[in-house]
């Protein structure tokens, strides 16, 4: 047959895949209509009832709906005969016949593994393109040629999928690889959902993708263990996050939470760092003792017996009294909030018998009560508890130890230099950070629910905090509260919502993207989210923001999973074109001779290009005329001008005053044709084009400081790269030639 033909053969069966997604679509409307305009009365389990059958069909329909496009992309055929087509989802017909198998499914590996060493019953791979519900190519792979007759040979067709799709432009969002998937990323993709697979690959070898079809082909494999509790998915920025957001519903999953380690708070949505050695101290694990030994100096016990007015009356609570409160409170193992009650508690069964022998009469079990009453009613005595065992909240914990020098040294003695104490000051109310957030759970993990406990009345809460500074003590008073605690009941929520909302909540499994960045202390914070220790990370340690020839993922894990990882490697190149990659290998090699570099697939068009100006000024003027001649080049697509934050002001400004071209800066940058990002933000990132703007700023010459994100920000294109500033000579010993 004539690829025509072909084409033509293959638009029928999609039409009638299509009819069928159709009918299914529609059919869950109707029952979420039907269920929506039920009346169930004010019965409280009937209304939960009918809100989960809502969000059952809710599911159902975003699920058909995200499979639109490309839902079908390929057919293996069998020597017994058999065509197997793959897709998005599975589909059958209303007699149950399979008209779409799921690419997640064991019936399509073979799609994805078999090769013509080793076809197993697989005689022809086809690939299927599509735009909308159009066929508009197919390409085949021949497996067993034997087993084919001479018209099935002559009806061969094709380019080559995965080279084509290297080829298209880009559009600002990941698109999933679903349709090209190779078999060692297959492999990985499907392995067991128990213990932690690494997978280490350099720029374009797919790592991302493979992460995501990961997550998407757990939800689908093990569904009923890992669909209650969902998949968190890390990414290292916002704009990362928004890049690969459409990827995991295309693939027809819901399931999975997306954030970023600045998010892993509830409540908290940050984007700063802080300086790079102060993160560095920040990630130390030492800081798990320093945060513990700050939550535990809460616990004190005062030096001399206190007087406390209680109406009329007089008492005196002694320091034995305390210590015995508190050595009871600690044997519940408790956190210090829980804990806390047990202390007040034991506290006030001890004054009760002074204040009943001060006023003359018996402390039987009878009058307890008023006498208790009594006791809580006076300010002295709150006072004297909230010295002695203060409620706590984590941001009010490690604002105090940060800006307190005396506490931070009582916290820190003997586990950090007075210079690493320096690094960790700052002043009271400073906005938190990425790296404070992993502090700021492990002070939360220490300290319990402070959402759920009612907050002392204001004005004690302030007089307490007045005697404390006057004292010298300096403890920390909770005035409010932080958050209310999420209603994980809640049938409206999907897992997702409930467990973003939720900082006990114990996910199923976890994805890491750019996993080569993260610190000690957030991969504690991690895996005490996923207790099963069940992960997958990926990243590349050449692409670090501090590269470290001899940092290992043993090393890096070894803390929170010792030896318990199994490690992949993806070696080939993908997305980075042989001629940029290598100057990108080259510059490596130069400074970090022990780290692995990738091979590309391809060799590509065009030679990197590096132009030296003479000033910034010259830079940013020329950089619109730069801009208009890679699109012309391209012939169209997308664009990262990627540079240090010091000069994205200046480019903002370069143009914005030429008036002619459309960017956008950070998150929103990847919604237009030219995206003005730093090198961290372009991470897990790719472009058409990239302009790298003054390299020296990002790689001062001659240092190995920064030549991980100069690195980065040389293997985000897939066709051009071009180089200018006033110091560019910082690759040019690196270039072909």
């Known amino acids: 047959m004539s690829e025509q033909a072909e084409i033509n053969h293959e638009q029928s069966r999609l039409d009638v895949v299509y009819a069928r997604l159709d009918e299914l679509r529609a059919e869950a409307e109707d029952r979420l209509g039907s269920v929506r305009r039920s009346h169930v009365g004010g019965h409280h389990q009937n209304r939960s009832e009918r809100d989960a059958f809502a969000t059952l069909y809710e599911d159902q329909l975003i699920r058909l709906t995200h499979a639109e496009e490309g839902l079908c992309f390929g057919r293996i055929d069998a020597s017994s005969g058999e065509t197997t087509y793959i897709g998005r989802i599975g589909i059958s017909d209303?007699?149950?016949?399979?008209?779409?198998?799921?690419?997640?499914?064991?019936?399509?590996?073979?799609?994805?593994?078999?090769?013509?060493?080793?076809?197993?019953?697989?005689?022809?791979?086809?690939?299927?393109?599509?735009?909308?519900?159009?066929?508009?190519?197919?390409?085949?792979?021949?497996?067993?040629?034997a087993a084919l007759d001479e018209s099935e040979i002559g009806s061969l067709h094709g380019e080559g999928a995965l080279i084509a799709s290297l080829d298209a432009h880009r559009t600002g969002r990941m698109g999933d690889i679903v349709a090209t998937i190779q078999a060692e990323q297959d492999r990985i993709i499907r392995k067991p959902l128990p213990g932690v697979v690494v997978v280490q690959g350099g720029p374009g070898t797919g790592k991302t993708a493979v992460a995501l079809h990961r997550a998407a082909y757990l939800l689908y494999q093990h569904r009923e263990r890992i669909a209650k509790s969902g998949v968190l998915l890390i990414g290292p920025s916002?704009?990362?996050?928004?890049?690969?957001?459409?990827?995991?519903?295309s693939l027809g999953e819901t399931g999975a939470v997306l954030q970023t380690p600045g998010q892993l708070m509830p409540g908290f949505d940050v984007t700063a760092h802080d300086r790079p050695d102060t993160a560095r101290l920040k990630g130390d694990l030492r800081m798990v003792q320093v945060i513990a030994r700050a939550v535990k100096n809460y616990q004190r016990v005062p030096q001399e017996p206190q007087e406390l007015g209680v109406g009329r009356h007089t008492i005196v609570l002694t320091p034995d009294m305390v210590r015995a409160a508190r050595d009871r409170a600690r044997r519940t193992g408790g956190p210090h909030n829980r804990a806390r009650s047990t202390f007040v508690a034991q506290v006030l069964d001890r004054l009760a018998p002074l204040l009943a022998e001060s006023m003359g009469i018996g402390a039987d079990?009878?009058?307890?009560?008023?006498?208790?009453?009594?006791l809580r009613g006076s300010r002295d005595v709150r006072v004297a508890i909230n010295l002695c065992w203060l409620p706590l909240t984590p941001l009010g914990v490690l604002d105090a130890l940060l800006s307190k020098p005396h506490k931070l040294v009582a916290a820190a003695h003997g586990l950090?230099?007075?210079?690493?104490?320096?690094?960790?000051?700052?002043?009271?109310?400073?906005d938190p950070t990425v790296e404070d957030v992993p502090l700021l759970d492990e002070i939360a993990e220490l300290i319990g629910d402070w959402e759920d406990r009612r907050p002392a009345r204001r004005e004690d809460t302030d007089y307490a905090e007045a005697v404390i500074e006057m004292t010298g003590t300096h403890g920390m008073v909770s005035a409010r509260q932080l958050a209310e605690r999420y209603d994980t009941g809640d049938p409206l929520l999907t897992v997702a919502e409930r467990a973003a909302e939720d900082r006990e909540w114990t996910?199923?499994?976890?994805?890491?993207?750019?996993?080569?960045?993260?610190?000690?202390?957030?991969?504690?914070?991690?895996?005490?989210?996923?207790?099963?220790?069940?992960?997958?990370?990926?990243?590349?340690?050449?692409?670090?923001?501090?590269?470290?020839?001899?940092?290992?993922?043993?090393?890096?894990?070894?803390?929170?999973?010792?030896?318990?990882?199994?490690?992949?490697?993806?070696?080939?190149?993908?997305r980075t074109p042989g001629r940029i990659m290598t100057l990108a290998n080259r510059l490596l090699s130069e400074y970090f001779p022990e780290l692995t570099v990738p091979t590309p697939a391809r060799e590509g068009t065009w030679e990197p290009q590096i132009e030296a100006l003479p000033d910034v000024a010259s830079v940013c003027q020329a950089l619109p005329e730069v801009i208009r001649e890679e699109l012309a080049l391209l012939g169209g697509g997308r664009i990262a001008v990627i540079a240090t934050p010091g000069h994205a002001e200046l480019i903002e400004h370069a143009l914005t005053q030429d008036g002619n071209v459309d960017f956008g800066l950070g998150p929103a940058g990847i919604d237009h044709t030219v995206a003005v990002i730093t090198p961290y933000e372009a991470k897990g990132l790719e472009f058409d084009g990239v302009v790298i703007v003054e390299p020296a700023s990002i790689a001062p010459h001659g240092s190995p400081g920064g030549i991980g994100e100069l690195y980065v920000a040389l293997t985000r294109s897939t066709s051009r790269l071009r180089v200018i500033g006033v110091e560019p000579s910082v690759l040019s010993p690196f270039l072909v030639g």
């Open 94 to 145: 209303s007699d149950r016949r399979q008209l779409l198998m799921d690419w997640r499914a064991p019936a399509s590996e073979p799609f994805y593994r078999a090769t013509a060493a080793h076809p197993g019953n697989i005689v022809r791979r086809r690939h299927i393109a599509t735009r909308h519900r159009t066929v508009i190519g197919v390409e085949d792979d021949v497996l067993d040629l």
């Open 238 to 249: 916002p704009v990362f996050l928004k890049y690969i957001e459409q990827v995991l519903p």
């Open 365 to 374: 079990d009878e009058r307890l009560p008023e006498l208790l009453e009594e």
């Open 416 to 430: 950090l230099s007075y210079e690493e104490m320096v690094l960790l000051r700052r002043f009271a109310g400073a």
């Open 507 to 574: 996910y199923g499994h976890l994805v890491v993207d750019e996993a080569q960045e993260l610190s000690p202390m957030q991969l504690r914070l991690l895996f005490r989210r996923v207790p099963s220790k069940s992960a997958t990370l990926v990243g590349d340690l050449a692409q670090a923001t501090e590269v470290d020839p001899d940092r290992t993922w043993s090393s890096v894990l070894q803390p929170h999973v010792g030896d318990r990882y199994a490690l992949e490697q993806l070696t080939v190149s993908y």
